[in-house]
């Protein structure tokens, strides 16, 4: 009898023990789920590396230490998901006012086969001026893309000189130091909340 | 009475015609700007059908590009877009479909005119039954210049 209840309190006590242990693991997993920015928190560290932009200069990730750099990875040839993406990033680039200066954003084409310097000119600027737009071999391009994990591929259609890209179409977002900090899906480029995003991190 | 009958049935067939052409309605309608020397651009719009039976959207034309497909744009769980043509677009009856950035759009492809500088662009969709329906489509800029306006 004694010994049964002796169980039946361990048995309560353990009980407790577990539930205690699953509000507390509920509310630091709560915490650190829950995010203050707009955008998915996403950590990574990426190479520097080196392409030519729309006036034919050679350009640098790590000439921009000094700014947070929007990184996106399209084509020109692109009539939906890219301008789109573009626009949404002027839209929130504009809103910073004077901080604008303090933010770049790099648009590195996946189809260097069309996308030529001059491609580029006539595409990127259009969105903002001070945009820049990347291109180089392909081999490079490769790299560089394979460093942020951005995926893309040829889709031929019924026509040889016409094909389309699939591709990653998420926008990178990288701290001053030149490390990802954050990544921006399609489902996330309304441009207030990019530029609040942006406010906080300024 | 022959010729009678025949001018009859010609009439009930025209009127039928043009009965038919009201079921589609497209509203709505704006070309993306693009700058000057691009070669593709999108066209967005609704169409709406009034009918009581199911339409296709079957072909697109347009006299300022070489040609014009039905795309949709998907981005997969991976954050991948892509884009698929449709050779045909279902327009359920009693409702109305809208393509839409991000979704479906009529590529314009071989652009022989700038769209930058128009006020607005004109487009021939061809239905399955209601027919031909002439469409004008505005043209708005998603540039710069524009304030980065993006159209709602």
Not at chain 1, 175 to 193: A, T, V
Not at chain 2, 78 to 107: C, D, F, N, S, W
Not at chain 2, 117 to 125: T, V
């Amino acid at each position: 009898m004694k010994k049964n209840t002796m169980l039946r309190i361990s048995l309560v006590v353990l009980v407790l023990i577990i539930i205690g242990w699953g509000v507390i693991l509920y509310q630091l997993f709560a915490v650190k789920s829950k995010s203050d920015y707009y955008g998915n928190v996403y950590e990574k560290e990426v190479p520097d590396f080196t392409l030519t932009d729309q006036n034919g200069s050679k350009v640098s990730l790590s000439d921009f230490r000094d700014k947070l750099v929007f990184i996106f990875f399209g084509y020109a040839h692109c009539p939906d998901i890219c301008p789109v993406t573009l626009s949404a990033l002027n839209g929130a680039v504009r809103q910073l006012g004077d901080e604008q200066d303090e933010v770049q954003v790099l648009f590195v084409t996946i189809d260097p086969e069309r996308d030529d310097q001059k491609a580029l000119k006539n595409y990127v600027p259009y969105f903002n001026k001070s945009f820049i737009g990347l291109t180089g071999t392909p081999e490079e391009i490769k790299q560089v893309a394979d460093s942020f994990g951005v995926y893309y591929v040829k889709e031929e259609t019924d026509s040889a000189d016409d094909y389309y890209m699939g591709h990653t179409s998420s926008v990178y977002l990288l701290d001053k130091d030149g490390k990802i900090i954050m990544r921006y899906p399609q489902s996330k480029m309304e441009p207030g909340q990019i530029a609040a995003d942006l406010k906080k991190i300024l | 009475m022959r010729k009678y009958i025949l001018s009859i049935l010609f009439i009930f067939a025209l009127a039928s015609l043009s009965y038919a052409g009201d079921e589609i309605e497209v509203t709505d309608a704006w070309v993306r700007e693009v700058p000057p020397a691009s070669t593709v651009t999108a066209v967005y719009l609704k169409i709406e059908n009034k009918g009581d039976k199911a339409d296709k959207l079957t072909g697109v034309s347009s006299a300022i590009a070489g040609k014009a497909q039905i795309h949709t744009t998907s981005v997969d769980d991976k954050g991948v877009a892509k884009m698929e043509m449709q050779k045909e677009l279902e327009i359920p009856a009693g409702e109305t479909v809208v393509l839409e950035p991000g979704g479906t759009h009529i590529m314009l492809i071989d652009l022989k005119e700038p769209v930058m500088g128009k006020d607005e662009i004109e487009l021939d969709l061809m239905f399955e039954n209601a027919g031909e329906v002439e469409v004008e489509a505005h043209v708005t800029g998603l540039g710069d210049d524009n304030g980065g306006h993006v159209h709602q």
